[in-house]
C-alpha cells in the first residue's frame, strides 16, 4: 500500500498498519527512510514560523542562517536521538515483559512521526500565519496527543506481538 494511504489509516487503525509494517519483515533501510522523511517534512514545518520571526524581527539572525541550524538539528542530531528514543523504550517494555524487538521498537517511533507529519505542518502554517497565540497551542495539543496516540498504540502492537522473521 502507499505511504500516503497507510499514512491515513494510521490517523484510524495505527495497531492495524503496524502490524502490516512488520509483517514485511525486518527492513532497516526502510525504517530509516520513515525517519528521515519524517525529519525533513518536520524541518519543512518550521519554514514559515521562521520566515514569520526573521520578519518581525530583523535584527535577529539573518532567515538563511536559522533554516541551516534548524536543517543540521532536524537531519543530523534528531536521528540520533530518536534512535537512542526508540532504544530506551525497547528497554522499557522488555523489564515490562515486552515481545517485540530493538527493530521493532524503533519502527513505530519512526512511523508515528511519519504518520503525524500532517499535524507537524497544520502547526508551522499555523505559527507562520497566525503566529503565538490560542490557535496555536491548540494545534500543538492536538499534534502532541495525535503523536503519542499513534507511538503508543504502534508501540503496543511492536512489542506485544512476537518477533517477526524477516
Not at 5 to 15: A, E, G, L, Q, Y
Not at 66 to 86: E, H, V
Not at 93 to 102: C, D, H, T, V
Not at 134 to 147: I, N, R
Request: charge should be positive; aromatic fraction near 10%; charged fraction near 15%.
Amino acid at each position: 500500500m502507499a505511504i500516503t494511504t497507510d499514512i491515513v489509516h494510521s490517523w484510524c487503525r495505527p495497531r492495524h498498519v503496524m502490524r502490516r509494517l512488520l509483517d514485511h519483515g525486518r527492513r532497516e533501510d526502510r525504517a530509516l527512510s520513515y525517519l528521515l522523511v519524517a525529519c525533513l517534512l518536520i524541518y519543512a514545518a518550521q519554514w514559515p514560523r521562521l520566515q514569520r520571526e526573521a520578519v518581525l524581527n530583523p535584527g535577529d539572525a539573518p532567515l538563511e542562517a536559522q533554516l541551516a541550524i534548524i536543517f543540521f538539528a532536524m537531519l543530523m542530531i534528531w536521528p540520533i536521538l530518536l534512535y537512542a528514543l526508540g532504544g530506551l523504550t525497547h528497554l522499557i517494555a522488555l523489564a515490562l515483559g515486552g515481545k517485540g524487538s530493538w527493530y521493532s521498537a524503533r519502527l513505530a517511533l519512526f512511523w508515528s512521526l511519519l504518520a503525524t507529519t500532517p499535524a507537524w505542518l497544520l502547526h508551522g502554517l499555523v505559527s507562520g500565519m497566525i503566529g503565538p497565540g490560542a490557535a496555536q497551542v491548540l494545534v500543538g495539543a492536538g499534534l502532541l496527543l495525535a503523536l503519542l496516540t499513534i507511538w503508543g498504540l504502534t508501540f503496543f502492537e511492536a512489542e506485544t506481538a512476537p518477533e517477526r522473521k524477516g
